[in-house]
């Protein structure tokens, strides 16, 4: 009697197997599930295997692949309802020796399985009906056998280890398998590697020029290629699985053509379990004989392991072409480049760095860390093994200036450094330029602000020259003295300002003694500017003016308020005017500060003045040194605040707006 396993989900199916197959031919053993095979009768009980299950997925075929595996000596059956062509196919290759389609017919069950189990009637009756397999013992035929493949493995692992050039090991590659499987050709086409330096066609990713050959004419290996889009190239993109030649039916006409230019009968896909990278055809074996499903199986996967190590080396390539291409670039730079690993291991050190720091290394050595000038090694340590995130310096070496940043390069922004990039630059010429370039901007000031200062006070001197000229003969006259009085004042008030203004210039900060109320600096600063003025000018003070105090210096906080007034209402000199706003600001996330605005009587600063007006030594009229509001803006960014200018129209508080702080500030020159 055939025992049958039959692996289903439903009872029924055993049962209309039973109505098929009467016994006493036939024996069932039923399993609902796959992993109950652990569980079940032993393999020696079983004389053929019927899964009942639709080919139209992986997951069946994979059902398939895992029953093959711990039955690999039985015969097995699949029974579909539904199958797909390819499934079909794929499933025979592993193992299946055929395929019944759903409604089962009595006398084609019947025979099929007759022909199978009649082949190996005398093994299964030969088997004891209940024993569990003994194991084999090891006699000299398998050693032998098992000592050839571990052989014929290491050789192979061999080849993968050979050379870091992929063209090397293809090579032996190929010679290895021809001698082990004994194929007359073999071809191997490939994707070429890519270059990110430079641009590539995209029709080159759609080609497969071959990469090596064995038994196939340097002609046709030299200009022959394989496409994606068409032929043998097109099946394996879309399938990504075997092909026959002897399989017409499945092939294009182009598939055809191409096997029978290459005398081959086989072509597998060379994957990287990712991606198809080439194909490998293989001719038919020196003895005729056609190689089988399970070496098939296992040439797939050995190709899916040189695709492995195929994509290594054109990763190694890469790496090893960009270290190349790094090191030309840092061999040609003219600062110096050095990186210094976490273990204080110099990794990378340019000629120029060498040059620079004047070191000199013998040949057949590397430069050592203790090789590096004390102060510049410790600021590279203290980087490396201290919190600072980066370190620019400048340092003296040999008389010249050199200038370092000290770069780390952590993996995440917590863990420590692994290591350090430091770039060296001679500044030696530019701090030469700059010096001289300073000295001569000084030269520049220097002459405009004696030229400024020179025409204001010999405008002021013009008038008391006059006077001066004719002091003895006018004296005597009232309105003479009344002249000379006047001239005087505003002669030397004119004088007295260019000293102040250039004197708060020259300091280097106004500190606060003190906490001043706006009205008791405001209004004296007003009353000086209209005293200055020829027409008697109009000054608006708000009625609710913040009696908060602030801390300044009160002299130097009064002058920059007299400043920024005066300019108001010498903006109109007819009709002097000035309106000034002031408020408290207190904004979230930001200290109070005190706003005063002022808004001349004119028509405002001109848009492409707005940001000239703080320029020392600019004025639209033609008498002062053009340092009111240069001198005003210092004060009061000394005292932590800030002046600017809007254009009308606009929305602020004034034409001009000054902010302070209400809380003591700490300043720094």
Not at 20 to 29: E, I, K, Q, S, T
Not at 88 to 102: H, P, R, T, Y
């Amino acid at each position: 009697m055939n025992r049958l396993l039959v692996i289903a989900e439903h009872a029924r199916t055993v049962e209309a197997l039973k109505v098929l197959l009467p016994p006493p031919h036939y024996g069932f053993v039923h399993l609902e599930r796959i992993e109950q095979l652990k569980d079940s009768l032993p393999p020696s009980f079983i004389d053929a295997c019927l899964l009942d299950t639709d080919l139209v997925d992986a997951g069946s075929l994979r059902t398939v692949q895992t029953i093959r595996r711990r039955l690999p000596d039985i015969p097995m059956f699949v029974c579909a309802g539904e199958s797909v062509r390819e499934w079909e196919e794929d499933a025979l290759l592993n193992g299946v020796s055929f395929v019944f389609k759903k409604p089962l017919r009595a006398q084609l069950l019947a025979s099929v399985l007759g022909r199978t189990l009649n082949t190996t009637e005398v093994i299964s009756s030969s088997r004891p009906p209940m024993a569990a397999p003994a194991l084999p013992s090891p006699g000299p035929a398998s050693s032998d056998v098992c000592l050839n493949t571990l052989e014929i493995l290491r050789d192979f692992s061999r080849l993968f280890t050979h050379s870091l050039h992929f063209r090397n090991f293809l090579q032996e590659f190929a010679l290895k398998l021809r001698e082990v499987i004994s194929v007359n050709r073999i071809a191997l086409f490939l994707h070429r590697p890519q270059n990110h330096f430079l641009p590539s066609r995209p029709e080159d990713s759609r080609r497969l020029p071959c990469a090596c050959s064995v038994g196939i004419a340097a002609d046709l290996y030299r200009y022959f290629e394989l496409s994606l889009d068409t032929g043998i190239g097109a099946a394996m993109a879309s399938d990504g699985r075997i092909l026959k030649a002897d399989a017409p039916h499945l092939l294009s006409v182009e598939a055809q053509r191409e096997f029978e230019i290459l005398g081959g009968q086989i072509a597998i896909p060379i994957l990287d379990r990712e991606r198809l990278l080439g194909i490998a055809v293989l001719g038919g074996r020196l003895t005729g004989m056609r190689l089988s499903d399970q070496e098939l199986q296992l040439l797939f996967h050995l190709m899916e392991e040189l695709g492995l190590a195929i994509k290594n080396s054109w990763l190694h390539d890469q790496l090893s072409s960009n270290h190349d291409l790094l090191a030309n670039v840092l061999g040609q730079m003219s600062g110096g480049c050095l990186v210094v690993s976490r273990d204080l291991t110099i990794l990378q050190a340019n000629p120029a760095l060498l040059r620079l720091l004047e070191l000199k290394v013998p040949a057949g050595l590397h430069l050592e860390f203790a090789d590096l000038p004390q102060t510049f090694a410790s600021s590279i340590y203290e980087v490396l093994n201290g919190p600072a995130k980066s370190n620019e310096f400048a340092f003296t070496q040999a008389g010249r200036l050199l200038r370092a940043s000290i770069t780390p390069f952590r993996p995440d922004d917590t863990g420590p450094p692994t290591a350090a990039l430091v770039t060296v630059e001679d500044h030696t010429l530019i701090e030469a330029a700059r010096k001289i370039e300073l000295a001569s901007a000084n030269d520049r000031l220097i002459r405009l602000i004696a030229e400024k200062f020179a025409h204001e006070v010999r405008n002021a001197l013009v008038s008391l020259e006059t006077h001066r000229q004719l002091l003895p003969t006018s004296f005597e006259q009232p309105e003479f003295r009344q002249s000379l009085q006047a001239a005087l004042n505003t002669e030397t008030t004119r004088i007295l300002r260019s000293v102040d203004q250039l004197a708060y210039i020259s300091r280097q900060e106004s500190p606060a003694n003190g906490s001043h109320t706006l009205a008791s600096l405001l209004r004296p600063a007003a009353d000086k500017a209209a005293a200055l003025c020829t027409v008697k000018p109009s000054i608006t003070f708000p009625a609710d003016l913040p009696d908060i105090p602030f801390p300044c210096e009160p002299k130097s906080m009064q002058h920059a308020f007299f400043e920024i007034i005066l300019n108001g209402l010498q903006s109109n000199p007819e009709k002097p005017a000035v309106t000034i706003r002031a408020r408290v600001d207190q904004a979230k996330n930001r200290p109070a500060q005190l706003s005063v605005g002022i808004t001349d009587s004119a028509s405002g600063i001109p848009e492409n003045l707005t940001t000239r007006a703080f320029e020392p030594f600019f004025t639209t009229r033609n008498v002062g040194l053009g340092l009111g509001l240069t001198v005003a803006r210092k004060i009061l960014r000394d005292h932590s605040g800030d002046v600017v200018s809007f254009t009308r129209p606009h929305h602020a508080l004034g034409d001009i707006v000054i902010t302070l702080p209400l809380t003591p500030t700490v300043t720094t020159s």
